[in-house]
């Protein structure tokens, strides 16, 4: 039999851990995920598969530790995984989970429940990622820059006009704006003609210039309620080219399971990064690293590395194969992530497909 070290780099601590060392540091790890808690030597005695006495499982403990792979909280205390540690045991020993039937058809009919939406889709996606992770879900996708290909103004009751954009690559966005209670359906067939005869081809920041400009030089060609529709309509998008959209669901989920003051500090400093969202708007960014899912743990993590909390996050593409926005989820550094990393990279699969 291949001795298992040979599969880790020279440079990674794993490479030079024989399986009882991995075994006994795969079990603390999974002990952290699954109760928060340090986990002593008696108790990896009675969940290890081979038979080792206590004071062996503490030498190996003391190997891990001169490593940095483990450490103890408190004098006399069993051990944690280290930040490192938990890095190397994702790149390394854990092994990756798989979506059932049950979970892969519950996302694909929620993404499908929004149609073309895709605003729609992505508020259903996050929700329900959160609710299936137990962590807050959150996505990110700029402000569409393909060229606009329609706009209609649609109207509801209750002083309000739905306005629809479709672009040219067939995304479709949503958003709804108040009109007067007592307009006239006229004025929002004058307002939809006019964006399409203007607007057709040019970027929703281009149109929004270009409009402008030519309701100040043409007052006279359009009357004032429709000149006010056509400017609620594009202002919806308003917000600065380095704009987007972020949707945030499930933040309570962290605050389940928390076991220390210190944690629960962690946990405030967590929220208030979500919070500051100008800040999370480089997680397109993070997610054009490279391929797929991307995992960031404790310090690695630029965006909550204050707080030491972990993100996974995937790239959704358009039908072009461009990046448009990630998903993903994040919570503090004990994430099962043998369950969520499949959980993001399927959900971000579907969205692909789903704006494709």
């Known amino acids: 039999m291949t001795d298992a070290r040979t599969a880790y780099p020279a440079n990674s601590p794993l490479a030079v851990l024989n399986e009882r060392s991995r075994e006994v540091f795969r079990l603390i790890v999974d002990s952290y995920v699954e109760t928060g808690e340090p986990v002593g030597s008696r108790?990896?005695?009675?969940?290890?598969t081979q038979p080792l006495s206590p004071a062996t499982i503490r030498a190996v403990m003391a190997d891990l530790e001169s490593q940095g792979l483990i450490y103890a909280p408190h004098t006399s205390a069993g051990r944690l995984p280290t930040e490192a540690g938990l890095k190397f045991f994702v790149s390394g020993l854990m092994e990756i989970g798989h979506l059932d039937p049950g979970e892969q058809s519950l996302i694909e009919a929620r993404c499908r429940q929004s149609g073309q939406d895709l605003s729609t889709a992505l508020e259903n996606t996050t929700s329900l990622l959160s609710g299936l992770s137990r962590c807050a879900g959150l996505v990110f996708a700029p402000k569409a820059e393909a060229p606009l290909k329609h706009v209609e103004f649609v109207a509801l009751a209750d002083g309000r006009a739905l306005v629809v954009t479709v672009n040219r690559d067939g995304l479709v966005e949503n958003r709804v704006i108040s009109v007067p209670p007592d307009l006239p359906p006229s004025v929002l067939?004058?307002?939809?003609?006019?964006?399409?005869?203007?607007?057709?081809?040019?970027?929703?920041?281009e149109a929004r210039?270009?409009?402008?400009?030519?309701?100040?030089?043409?007052?006279?060609?359009?009357?004032?309620?429709?000149?006010?529709?056509?400017?609620?309509?594009?202002?919806?998008?308003?917000?600065?080219?380095?704009?987007?959209?972020?949707?945030?669901?499930?933040?309570?989920?962290?605050?389940?399971?928390?076991?220390?003051?210190?944690?629960?500090?962690?946990?405030?400093?967590?929220?208030?990064?979500?919070?500051?969202?100008?800040?999370?708007?480089?997680?397109?960014?993070?997610?054009?690293?490279?391929?797929?899912?991307?995992?960031?743990?404790?310090s690695d993590n630029p965006l909550f590395e204050v707080s030491g909390s972990s993100l996974i996050v995937a790239p959704f593409r358009s039908?072009?194969?461009k990046i448009v926005g990630a998903i993903g989820v994040v919570g503090p550094t004990r994430l099962n992530y043998g369950r969520i990393i499949p959980l993001v990279d399927f959900t971000s699969k579907v969205l692909t497909r789903l704006i494709g």
């Open 43 to 48: 108790t990896l005695s009675a969940r290890l």
């Open 189 to 205: 067939t004058e307002a939809t003609n006019y964006l399409n005869a203007h607007i057709v081809g040019r970027t929703m920041g």
């Open 209 to 298: 210039t270009f409009v402008s400009a030519e309701l100040d030089r043409h007052r006279s060609e359009i009357d004032t309620l429709t000149k006010k529709v056509v400017e609620d309509g594009l202002a919806v998008w308003s917000g600065g080219d380095a704009g987007g959209s972020l949707i945030v669901r499930g933040q309570a989920n962290l605050l389940q399971d928390v076991h220390a003051l210190d944690e629960l500090e962690r946990i405030r400093t967590l929220f208030e990064a979500l919070e500051a969202k100008e800040r999370l708007l480089s997680l397109l960014d993070i997610a054009n690293q490279a391929e797929g899912v991307q995992i960031f743990i404790g």
């Open 319 to 321: 039908s072009s194969e």
